[in-house]
């Protein structure tokens, strides 16, 4: 991957009219207007790309900084799908994505995969147990499947699973995991087909400002004009909101996910399972297992080499947990690592920005976005084609919410 810093210039706003001129003409291929630029092929920017097409919105222009769409954060998720949050709005963002993730390929084309095999959470902290059930409630209150479980009871899902230290469990029969390039690449050549363009190996390097509203954005292949930009960067929409002056609190932080070679040990599908008290979860992948654990004191970074000597943290919660993996080996050749995009209350940022007209973010995540990509892509178009998202309330999400002190933690994060 590129490193975005060394491609990056001032933003257009701040740069002169001879400048201007020099990057519209640098290249023949360049597109002259748009309606809409989506900064980013991954989940997000193929979703809305989308959601706007099926719209009517067709003269929207995809910009990627890298050769390939699709080969961010998107290709290298654990692809986990889940009902269980802790706030209204992100139980709404997954009970309107995973539904429409059912009939996706009936819908949209492509291959969703969705897998409900369950997500299955182990507790052993009495008081984090008791602070879960209560957002268990909430999930009940809004129609979601989540069943109570006792440590027996959760035992039977994974052989020889240790549960003595255990207080309860929750099962999400309606949670699983999906196929994340499948759904991208659906919503992409969707969206190609009703005229949406992709330009690959293209990064937004600045933004057209003129009267406090966007009027284009300046690529490394020319000037597009626009009235509308959404910034669906991932990890790197802190550097693409500085580039109009706006400070995006989104970082980059890596997440690692280590792989088994087959194993038959852990026979059928589990349930994406966590250990809440390590983080530790694992999940089959094929015949393999799949396993992660985020590092939380590793520093915000743009790194995406695997850890290897986290890989011995991971494995120390795994063991404990699931004795049965001392059977395992592990496929080092499979093993991988992405970014996750954070934000400082572990929410999303969505919606039109109060000091830049035309500009609209999608982007912050922070491990999620995979499960919140099909209600994001509908959302922010209605954000730009009806004035303000309507189909589900956005307004806990909006970037003001850091200004008005009014950010709420997402507490069921991993
Ligand atoms: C190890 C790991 C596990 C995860 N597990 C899960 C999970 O279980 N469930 C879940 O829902 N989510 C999970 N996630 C998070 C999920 O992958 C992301 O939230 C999601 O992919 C974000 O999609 P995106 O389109 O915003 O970002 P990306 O897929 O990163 O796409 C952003 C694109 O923008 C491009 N770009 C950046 N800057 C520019 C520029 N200036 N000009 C043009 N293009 C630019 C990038 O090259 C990139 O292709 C996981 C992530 C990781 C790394």
Not at 12 to 26: C, M, P, Q, W, Y
Not at 264 to 285: C, K, V
């Amino acid at each position: 991957m590129s490193d975005l810093n060394s491609t990056l210039v001032a933003p257009l706003g701040t740069i002169g009219v001879a400048d201007i001129e020099t990057l519209s003409t640098r290249s023949a291929s360049m597109i002259a207007r748009a309606e809409v630029v989506v900064i980013g092929a991954g989940i997000m920017g193929a979703s809305i790309a989308y959601h706007l097409a099926i719209r009517g919105c067709r003269n929207v222009v995809i910009l990627e900084k890298e050769a390939a769409e699709v080969s961010g954060s998107t290709a290298r998720s654990a692809a986990g799908v889940r009902h269980q949050f802790s706030s209204v709005t992100n139980i709404q963002l997954s009970r309107y994505s995973i539904a429409r993730l059912r009939s996706f390929d009936e819908e949209v084309g492509g291959h969703a995969e969705l897998r409900q095999v369950g997500y299955l959470l182990l507790f052993s902290d009495p008081r984090e147990w008791a602070n879960y059930q209560a957002t268990t409630t909430l999930q009940h209150e809004l129609g979601v499947r989540v069943e109570l479980l006792t440590p027996e009871e959760a035992g039977r899902f994974v052989p020889r699973m240790r549960i003595d230290d255990l207080v309860g469990a929750t099962f999400g029969p309606d949670d699983g995991y999906v196929d994340p390039y499948g759904i991208a690449m659906g919503y992409l050549r969707a969206a190609q087909a009703m005229g949406v363009r992709l330009r690959r190996a293209t990064a937004a390097t600045g933004f057209k400002i003129e009267g406090g509203r966007i009027s284009g954005v300046a690529s490394s292949d020319g000037l597009i004009a626009c009235e509308m930009v959404v910034n669906a960067a991932g990890s790197w929409a802190g550097h693409v909101g500085a580039l109009a002056g706006l400070d995006i609190p989104v970082r980059p932080y890596r997440r690692n996910v280590y792989m088994t070679r087959p194993f038959p040990a852990i026979p059928g599908s589990i349930p994406l399972t966590i250990d809440m008290s390590s983080g530790f979860y694992i999940r089959h992948e094929g015949a393999s297992m799949l396993m992660g654990r985020s590092n939380p004191d590793e520093p915000s970074s743009f790194n995406q080499q695997v850890d290897w000597e986290w890989l011995d943290t991971v494995l120390e919660a795994g063991l404990w947990r699931f004795p049965i993996l001392e059977q395992a080996s592990l496929a080092e050749g499979q093993c991988w690592a992405g970014l996750y995009e954070i934000t400082p209350d572990h929410n999303p940022i969505l919606g039109r920005h109060p000091d830049l007209a035309g500009y609209v973010d999608a982007s912050g995540f922070s491990g999620h976005g995979i499960m919140h990509a099909p209600a994001t892509g509908l959302l922010m178009a209605e954000e730009i084609l009806d004035g303000r998202a309507h189909t589900i309330n956005i307004d806990d999400l909006r970037i003001d919410r850091f200004r008005r002190g009014s950010a709420h933690h997402e507490h069921n994060i991993i």
